[in-house]
């Protein structure tokens, strides 16, 4: 049994990838971080406007950002449960301004966001530096190039 992540796409935008490669980053990155096999994730793609009332009701910032995660499980727990918010104007715009392709920014996204529901965090440079390290490994082995 693998982990079960469910897609939910509420943005009309036509340049996120397919469900198929959304489940295939988010699983990478739940094996990375040895997750149980009966982790549950949703990855949900939303508009600015989803994205900026997440934001401003769960971090109190009045802009939409590009990656939110909401973790239901016990932390220290061998399976994950929680949701991984996409915001895909925002993942598009920072995609070009970085000169990514829009696929390898949704990827890293999603790693990112696998690592925040397993406890990573970016709050010291000790620990950033922990985080994107593993986030760097996974992309590798997806195929795609140091994010940073």
Not at 80 to 88: H, P, Q, R, S, T
Not at 95 to 110: F, G, I, P, T
């Amino acid at each position: 049994m693998s982990p079960t992540v469910f897609i939910q796409r509420v943005s009309r935008l036509t340049n996120i990838p397919s469900h198929r490669s959304l489940r295939k980053w988010v699983n990478t990155a739940l094996l990375a971080v040895s997750a149980g096999s009966d982790s549950e994730v949703t990855l949900r793609i939303v508009n600015a406007a989803e994205g900026r009332t997440l934001n401003a009701a769960f971090r109190g910032k009045d802009y939409a950002t590009n990656v939110l995660t909401f973790g239901y499980h016990d932390r220290g727990a061998a399976s994950l449960m929680g949701d991984i918010v996409l915001c895909a104007p925002v993942v598009a715009q920072e995609a070009r301004e970085q000169s990514k392709l829009v696929a390898a920014h949704y990827a890293h996204l999603c790693v990112h966001g696998v690592l925040h529901l397993a406890g990573f965090d970016h709050e010291t440079s000790k620990r950033a530096k922990v985080m994107e390290s593993l986030e760097i490994s996974v992309l590798s082995g997806l195929g795609f190039g140091n994010p940073y």
